[in-house]
């Protein structure tokens, strides 16, 4: 996870809609419109997932509502009157399902995270998730040490209703493909022009990979 900046205007379709008149569904909004929304996701998130950065885009991925737009244990629905707000949309892995991210935090039942408030949680184009999270060379995600106890609960508490952990193998494998490139790379020349050349080519393949953030701050720091 990684800050995002929200791309203003908000698509002009979204003003088409509201949760008075209209429930999400797949004509509300429509396909044109939802390709709209999409492509705004996409310029904000470079089509990876606003959560676990694997790949999302229209297709193999889904609109997703960070405040969620049902009701909760208790028969409310708190958050609906967001349900076609640009602040509260972003781009989440898995098309109709997935046991991580978007997909698992609002599940009910016991395959799901149980009861959580989203207020607690880290929002990416609010909050800076390097303030919250380490990464380590594993593919686990901790909290950062030091934090206050807020921010604290609010690290753990994301890792917990997202799902996080259940990436850590991927996150392993990709940044252990980076790592090999590396170790390649200094064995083959010691040239400090080359080696920043080369290093600045491998920075800019991986941030156009999955789990980027994980894979650059265990290999630069």
Known sequence: MRYLHRPQPAPACLAKYNHQNHDWSSSAPNSRDRNAIWKKLTQMQGGFCCYCESIAVKGNGHIEHFFYKGENNSGNAPYKHMMFEWGN?????????????????????????????PNHLIKPDVDSPSDYFEFLPTGLINAKPGLSPER????????????????????????DIFKREIEALLELTSDDEILKRETDGIKKRIRESEYQTAVLSVLFG
């Open 152 to 175: 604290e609960n609010r690290a753990k508490e994301t890792l917990r209703v997202l799902n996080l952990s259940a990436l850590n193998g991927a996150r392993k494998r990709q940044i």
């Open 89 to 117: 949309l972003f781009g989440s892995c898995g098309l109709r399902s997935g046991n991580t991210c978007g997909h698992y935090k609002d599940r009910e039942g016991p395959l799901g995270p149980g009861p959580y408030d």
